[in-house]
């Protein structure tokens, strides 16, 4: 059991550049989120999914952009990096609505220079 | 509009000692409430959930936790603390009709041998 994998685990990223961070998830989920977590702040959502084709803005949305062409993926875009999206990103699933728990992939540690 | 509160940063318990990690909540709606834990470098784990019934819920690892509606407060709870309990706790919260969570910032245990 994969579960929700992401990549990379940790990356490195100039003022202004771009990059994707992968998600997927092997459970046939139909809900997926994007979240940041700063410290002291707890998880922001950023972008959220209720099934393929069909994406929505979360708290924070602004400097990413999403897409879900198939059930298994949701990648987060980023462009333009700002030192404000130095954060840790975590993505999730659930089945319909979460009633029984979201399962989160392990993080993607991005930083800002 | 929703929102947690974990009004306690850190709690630091000795081990065999219970422990309580604190929660309030606000929501228009029903609650559902959750509980996850994080530990170093990972993603959150599911620990346990409120939707309806019962308002003491029993959830992995021997905690469990009280849905109080009056006071607006599901705090997680442990009879006797593990050292290995030591970890980032998280409350959530979303409305029954819903399915996005909205985070507490967290909560640090600490759990000395």
């Known amino acids: 059991n994969a579960g929700v994998t992401q990549t990379p685990k940790f990356r490195i990223l100039k003022i202004g550049q771009s990059m994707t961070l992968q998600c997927t998830q092997d459970?046939?989920?139909?809900?997926m989120y994007w979240y940041r977590q700063d410290p002291g702040m707890g998880l922001k959502l950023i972008y959220y999914?209720?099934?393929?084709?069909?994406?929505d803005k979360g708290e924070v949305p602004n400097g990413y952009n999403v897409s879900r062409s198939t059930t298994e993926d949701f990648p987060l875009r980023l462009e333009l990096a700002a030192p404000s999206q130095t954060s840790v990103y975590f993505c999730?699933?659930?089945?319909?609505?979460?009633?029984?728990?979201?399962?989160f992939g392990s993080g993607t540690r991005l930083t800002v220079v | 509009a929703q929102s947690v509160a974990q009004p306690e940063d850190q709690v630091n318990v000795a081990e065999g000692n219970p422990l309580t990690v604190k929660c309030t909540y606000s929501?228009?709606?029903?609650?559902?409430l959750f509980w996850y834990v994080q530990y170093p470098n990972r993603g959150l784990q599911f620990l346990l959930k409120?939707?309806?019934?019962?308002?003491l819920v029993k959830g992995s690892y021997g905690f469990e936790a009280e849905f109080n509606k009056s006071q607006t407060s599901f705090h997680l709870k442990k009879p006797s603390a593990l050292v290995s309990d030591s970890a980032l706790y998280f409350c959530?919260?979303?409305?029954?009709?819903?399915?996005?969570?909205?985070f507490g910032a967290g909560t640090t245990v600490t759990v000395r041998a």
């Open positions: 929501v228009s709606g029903n609650p559902y």
């Open positions: 459970m046939n989920h139909n809900y």
């Open positions: 999730a699933s659930s089945r319909n609505r979460g009633d029984y728990g979201y399962t």
């Open positions: 959530a919260v979303r409305v029954s009709i819903d399915y996005k969570l909205s």
């Open positions: 999914s209720v099934g393929a084709g069909i994406t």
């Open positions: 409120y939707i309806t019934g019962d308002n």
